[in-house]
């Protein structure tokens, strides 16, 4: 069975830094765009970064150009997003999306 599984996620203030990470078993990255998308609370779902699938290019909504870094390690399978400078709004379920989708990790931004 395909399964995506983010981590990293949590509770951080205002200006604080989170990296998630996202592993895949039973599926390879390789080759493969991937993104990260993001859903708040009661909101739809916002696609927030992707990659290509060398890892060469990469793509930011402009809300977070400049804080979020998206990168891949295709040796480990896996797929990071580092944010840094997070904001309230920043407050979403995080899922890595690669054909497949995770389960979605939560990253809570208050003081």
């Known amino acids: 069975e395909v399964q995506l599984v983010e981590s990293g996620g949590g509770l951080v203030q205002p200006g604080g830094s989170l990296r998630l990470s996202c592993t895949a078993s039973e599926f390879t990255f390789r080759g493969y765009a991937v993104s990260w998308v993001r859903q708040a609370h009661g909101k739809g779902l916002e696609w927030v970064s992707g990659i290509n699938g060398a890892g060469s290019s990469t793509y930011y909504t402009d809300s977070v150009k400049g804080r979020f870094t998206i990168s891949r390690d295709n040796a480990k399978n896996t797929l990071y997003l580092e944010m840094n400078n997070l904001t309230p709004d920043d407050t979403a379920v995080y899922y890595c999306?690669?054909?497949?989708w995770g389960q979605g990790t939560q990253v809570t931004v208050s003081s």
């Open positions: 999306v690669a054909k497949y």
